[in-house]
């Protein structure tokens, strides 16, 4: 089997497991030195330049660039394998992230039972980026990652993911500064309020979203998927 010490720094994870697992009206926390050093460096080096290849999502609600894995933007769910456009480093972290050993020990840190991958892209936001306070709630063994590649954050500035009580700034619990190897981890729940607060400094921050769900052979994603999802609304099978 690949050999994948070194990637990812368990014990601090682990150590924020009651944290998580108490904080109220959701579970939520936040990890410094998510990666080892020397890997995330290697990570940091090669994160993909944000230019016209990637998505640009714009609305009334978000303001902000994505980059999925693999060749084509067909599907939602994570395509399985390696990226060659992508560096070494970076196809060895997907893989360990689709190995069960990743999944076994966010159940063990967080309480909540999941077993695959479900989604691994980069999230980037510029100068005017954001995203409105907002619930997914699509289940109830869902886990969303959000890791941070950008040095040099100050204190107080805004961009990385905050979490709040309400869908409104005002509630907001906790917003991170320090967005150099860190993370934001939240269960996906009827009450996960998450949003990004508006980008006014000409900046780039760097994100990847790592999703974490249970899946079985016989029912399939636990929160459902977005692909068939996104089908039946547009042949109006399900309301909106
Ligand atoms: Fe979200």
Redesign the pocket.
């Known amino acids: 089997m690949e050999d994948f010490t070194k990637i990812v720094n368990w014990d601090n994870l682990l150590r924020e497991a009651k944290t998580f697992q108490n904080n109220k009206p959701f579970k939520f926390a936040f990890v410094g030195e998510f990666f080892v050093r020397d890997f995330y460096e290697k990570l940091y080096a090669t994160y993909p330049k944000i230019d016209e290849s990637w998505h640009h999502i714009s609305s009334y609600d978000k303001n902000h660039f994505s980059k999925k894995w693999g060749k084509t933007e067909i599907t939602q769910i994570v395509q399985e394998g390696d990226d060659p456009s992508r560096s070494d480093d970076w196809n060895k972290l997907k893989r360990y992230c689709e190995s069960k050993e990743f999944a076994d020990n966010f159940s063990k840190f967080s309480g909540i039972k999941v077993t695959k991958l479900k989604h691994f892209h980069f999230i980037a936001m510029k100068k005017g980026g954001f995203?409105l306070p907002?619930?997914?709630n699509v289940g109830l063994s869902t886990l969303?990652i959000m890791v941070y590649f950008s040095k040099g954050w100050k204190q107080g500035e805004p961009g990385g993911?905050y979490v709040a009580s309400k869908e409104d700034e005002a509630s907001i619990l906790f917003e991170p500064y320090n967005l150099d190897n860190t993370m934001v981890i939240f269960h996906d729940s009827p009450y996960s309020v998450?949003?990004a607060r508006y980008m006014e400094k000409d900046t780039e921050r760097k994100a990847l979203q790592i999703t974490l769900e249970y899946y079985s052979p016989e029912t399939g994603w636990s929160g459902g998927d977005p692909d068939v999802i996104s089908k039946k609304r547009t042949e109006n099978l399900v309301e909106l």
Do not use: D, S
């Open positions: 995203q907002h619930i997914h969303i993911t998450h949003g």
